[in-house]
């Protein structure tokens, strides 16, 4: 099933698992969490994950995909409170973003890791304008993939949409 939004990309997801340094015993949350992929990335690290998104299927799609997770399907400001304390967070859907960091910084513990994946730089641009309002802001980092194609018995290399990650550190 191919949902709507722009699917974080296999090389993205191993960049942002060594942003968030996950450790086994870390409470994780995937906001946005889409297709699962990030949350199954991450439950290689530990087995406290959690995961919001506001679509049904993503959320569906998310718990078959990682069975010991914890999904849910809503706001994400309204859903963190009735969760643990975040130690890494990953986040995918940036809707309702200016309503639900603040909520995740004060659920984060000292030294909480955030990574925002973001598709569009003015997004990239607020989400570290909130993060530095928080003070929290680490980071900003651009990544271009290109991937390879044939061309005239040779390959060649047809660019990606370039992704825009934000990090801060509680």
């Known amino acids: 099933m191919k949902l ?7 090389e993205n997801i191993y960049i942002a698992m060594g942003k968030l340094n996950i450790q086994p015993g870390s409470t994780f949350l995937d ?3 889409g297709s699962g992929a990030v949350s199954l990335a991450a439950s290689r690290f530990t087995d406290r994950i959690y995961g919001i998104d506001l679509r049904k299927e993503a959320v569906e799609i998310s718990r078959k995909k990682v069975k010991d997770g914890r999904f849910f399907l809503g706001d994400a400001s309204e859903i963190m409170p009735q969760l643990p304390e975040i ?3 990953f986040i995918g ?14 659920r984060a513990s000292p030294g ?8 569009r730089i003015g997004i990239a641009g607020r989400v570290a304008a909130m993060m530095k ?6 980071e900003l980092i ?4 290109s991937r390879g194609y044939e061309l005239a018995g ?9 992704i825009f990650m934000v990090i801060g550190k509680c």
């Open 93 to 106: 859907g940036t809707r309702g973003i200016e309503r639900f960091l603040p909520v995740l910084v004060d």
């Open 87 to 89: 130690d890494r967070c």
């Open 31 to 33: 906001i946005g969490c």
């Open 142 to 145: 651009q990544i271009n993939i």
């Open 154 to 162: 040779d390959i060649a290399l047809k660019p990606v949409n370039p």
């Open 133 to 138: 309002e928080e003070g929290i802001f680490q």
């Open 4 to 10: 709507p939004g722009t699917a974080t990309q296999e």
């Open 112 to 119: 909480c890791i955030i990574v925002a994946d973001l598709a």
